[in-house]
C-alpha cells in the first residue's frame, strides 16, 4: 500500500494529471500484486458503466453551454439588476443574484464563471466598478452554483458515498441562500466604502417587462428542481430535460442557431471527457483501497486520536481546504470520498450534511492558487492577470471559510429542507 500511495504522490508533485496519476499508480499495484492489469480496464468501464446517476453529467454540462450561448444568461442578469440594481452596489447584488438564479439550471462553477461571468463583468466595467471588486465578486458568486441545485460535484459525491442525490439537491437550497446574503452584506458595505453607484428603483412597469422577457428562462430551476421533487423524473432525467428546455429557448429567443450546437457539444464533450476519465481511474485505485480496507484503517485510526466530532470537523475542514488548493474538485471527491466516509458514519455525521461541506471546501478551492479553475476562467474573460484576481477574491474567501464554519457546526441549516421533504 506504501508503493500505491507513493507513486501517486510522487506523480502528482511531478504534475502528471491527477486521472493519469492515479491509473499508473493503479496499474504498478496490480502488477508488483500478480493481479492481471486487465483488472483495471473491467473496473474503469464498471466505474462509468455502472451508474445511471452520472450520465447527469454531461447533460448537466451540456445545458449550460447551451444557456450561455442562446441568450438565457444575459436575460437572467438584466433581470437580476432590475430587481436589486437600487441597492448600493448594485451591479454587485445583481452579479450574486444572477449567480443564485443560474446555479438553478447549469450546477457547475466554471459555467458560471465562464458564461455569466463574462456579461457581468462588461457590465461592471461599463458602469465604472473597480476590476478588482468586479472580478472578486463574479468569482465568489460562482461558487453557489454547485451548491444551490442541481449540481455536478453533488451528483459525483452522491454516487461515491452511496448517497442519495435528491437528498444532497434539496439540502444545498438554504445553504446557497445564505451565501448569497452573506456576500450581499459585504459588496454592500465594501460598496459603501469605494462610494459606487446604485440604479434608479425601477418602476412597476419596468419590473413586470423585465419578468416578461426573462419568464421563461426563470422557469428552468423550477422545472428541473420541481420535476425532481414531485417525482416526475429523477435528476438524470432532469439534467436531460434541462437540456430541451434550454434548446427550446435558445431557438425562442433566436440567439442560437444549428450551426451552435456543434460548438456547444465540443465544449461538452471535452469537459465531459476529463470528468469521466477521472472518475474512471479513480474507481480503479478506489476498490484497491476498499480491497485492502484502508479507508476502515485509516477510520479506527483517526477515531482514536479525534473522538470528538466537533474538533474532528475541524480538521477535515482544514484538510479540504488545502486540498481544494491543489486538486481539481472532482478528483478530490473520487480520491478522498471513499477516504473519509468511514470516519464521517463513526462520527456520526450525517452523510448528506457532510457532502454539502465537502463540496463547498472544494468550491473555495476554486478561488485559490495553484488549481484555481475559476480564477483562470476568469482572467480568460477579463485578460487580467490571474495573480491579481487571487489577490483580489481574498476577502471573500474569508467571508466564504466563516459561512462554510456556520454550515459545519449548525447541520439543521444543512439537514433542514431534506428532513422536511424526504422524511
Avoid at 456576500?183 to 434608479?200: A, D, L, T
Avoid at 425532481?228 to 428546455?245: M, Q, W
Wanted: glycine fraction near 8%; charged fraction near 10%; proline fraction near 6%.
Amino acid at each position: 500500500m506504501i508503493l500505491l500511495l507513493g507513486t501517486l504522490f510522487i506523480l502528482l508533485i511531478l504534475r502528471v494529471p491527477v486521472s493519469f496519476s492515479l491509473l499508473m499508480s493503479s496499474v504498478i499495484y496490480l502488477i508488483t500484486h500478480d493481479i492481471p492489469p486487465v483488472a483495471a480496464i473491467v473496473r474503469m468501464a464498471m466505474g462509468i458503466g455502472d451508474s445511471f446517476p452520472l450520465l447527469a453529467v454531461p447533460f448537466f454540462i451540456l445545458a449550460g453551454s447551451i444557456m450561455n450561448s442562446g441568450g438565457i444568461t444575459r436575460r437572467l442578469f438584466t433581470f437580476a439588476d432590475t430587481v436589486v440594481g437600487h441597492i448600493t452596489g448594485g451591479l454587485g447584488h445583481a452579479n450574486i443574484l444572477a449567480s443564485i438564479i443560474f446555479s438553478g439550471m447549469s450546477g457547475t462553477a466554471i459555467a458560471d464563471a465562464g458564461g455569466l461571468g463574462a456579461v457581468e463583468l462588461k457590465a461592471m466595467r461599463e458602469a465604472g466598478y473597480d476590476e478588482d471588486f468586479s472580478l472578486a465578486v463574479t468569482g465568489a458568486s460562482s461558487l453557489i452554483g454547485p451548491i444551490i441545485p442541481p449540481s455536478v460535484p453533488a451528483v459525483v459525491f452522491g454516487v461515491i458515498a452511496g448517497v442519495s442525490i435528491g437528498r444532497l439537491f434539496v439540502a444545498g437550497f438554504i445553504p446557497g441562500l445564505i451565501m448569497g446574503l452573506v456576500m450581499s452584506i459585504f459588496v454592500y458595505f465594501q460598496s459603501k466604502h469605494r462610494g459606487y453607484p446604485k440604479s434608479q428603483r425601477a418602476t412597476f412597469r419596468k419590473l413586470m417587462q423585465a419578468l416578461k422577457e426573462s419568464f421563461f428562462a426563470l422557469l428552468t430551476p423550477v422545472v428541473i428542481i420541481g420535476g425532481i421533487l414531485v417525482g416526475v423524473f429523477t435528476p438524470t432525467e432532469a439534467a436531460i430535460i434541462a437540456v430541451v428546455y434550454s434548446l427550446i429557448l435558445g431557438f425562442a429567443y433566436r440567439e442560437i442557431t444549428w450551426k451552435d450546437i456543434p460548438r456547444c457539444l465540443k465544449e461538452t464533450a471535452d469537459n465531459t471527457v476529463s470528468v469521466m476519465l477521472i472518475v474512471a481511474c479513480a474507481s480503479i485505485f478506489g476498490w484497491i483501497l476498499a480491497s485492502a480496507q484502508i479507508p476502515q484503517k485509516l477510520s479506527l485510526l483517526f477515531l482514536a486520536y479525534v473522538p470528538n466530532k466537533y474538533l474532528a470537523l475541524l480538521l477535515i475542514n482544514i484538510f479540504l481546504l488545502i486540498a481544494g488548493t491543489f486538486m481539481e474538485t472532482i478528483s478530490a471527491l473520487t480520491i478522498l470520498t471513499p477516504v473519509l466516509m468511514p470516519v464521517v458514519n463513526g462520527l456520526g455525521i450525517d452523510p448528506v450534511h457532510f457532502g454539502i461541506i465537502m463540496i463547498l471546501n472544494l468550491m473555495i478551492g476554486l478561488l485559490t492558487p495553484p488549481v484555481g479553475m475559476v480564477l483562470y476562467v476568469l482572467a480568460g474573460v477579463s485578460h487580467v492577470a490571474f495573480e491579481d484576481i487571487a489577490r483580489a477574491v481574498v476577502p471573500y474567501l474569508i467571508v466564504l471559510i466563516i459561512t462554510l464554519l456556520i454550515f459545519t457546526y449548525c447541520p439543521q441549516i444543512v439537514l433542514f429542507l431534506p428532513n422536511l421533504v424526504f422524511d
